[in-house]
């Protein structure tokens, strides 16, 4: 059975930073990438950043590039998003997720943290 703990979000003045986190168990990590999605309230999920499998390319939404970092530990089964110079739009309910194949879809994710609600104040 895949487990994730997402951490890491919490509430935030806008110009500041927050490290989010998703630890994975039950599946071979190497083997996987991952991404991160969030989701405002009223609004659709929506990508934010991923990373591959086998060269950890990475890949960002126009709306974080620069600002954010996916990074993962293979060490750790661990996956990071920093989030540098947030924004309150970025404000969101944030989740990690595993695939095979690195993609901005959200339907070709197989499993799910349970989010982490992040919130910048202006």
């Known amino acids: 059975e895949v487990q994730i703990v997402e951490s890491g979000g919490g509430l935030v003045q806008a110009g500041g930073s927050l490290r989010l986190s998703c630890v994975f168990s039950g599946l071979t990590f190497d083997d996987y990438a991952f991404a991160w999605f969030r989701q405002a309230n009223g609004k659709e999920r929506e990508f934010v950043a991923a990373i591959g499998w086998s060269d950890s390319r990475t890949f960002y939404a126009d709306s974080v590039k620069g600002r954010f970092t996916i990074s993962k530990d293979n060490d750790n089964d661990t996956v990071y998003l920093q989030m540098d110079g947030l924004k309150p739009a970025d404000t969101a309910v944030y989740y990690c997720?595993?695939?095979?194949?690195?993609?901005?879809?959200?339907?070709?994710?197989?499993?799910w943290g349970q989010g982490t609600q992040v919130t910048v104040s202006s």
């Open positions: 997720a595993s695939t095979t194949v690195a993609s901005t879809r959200s339907n070709e994710y197989d499993y």
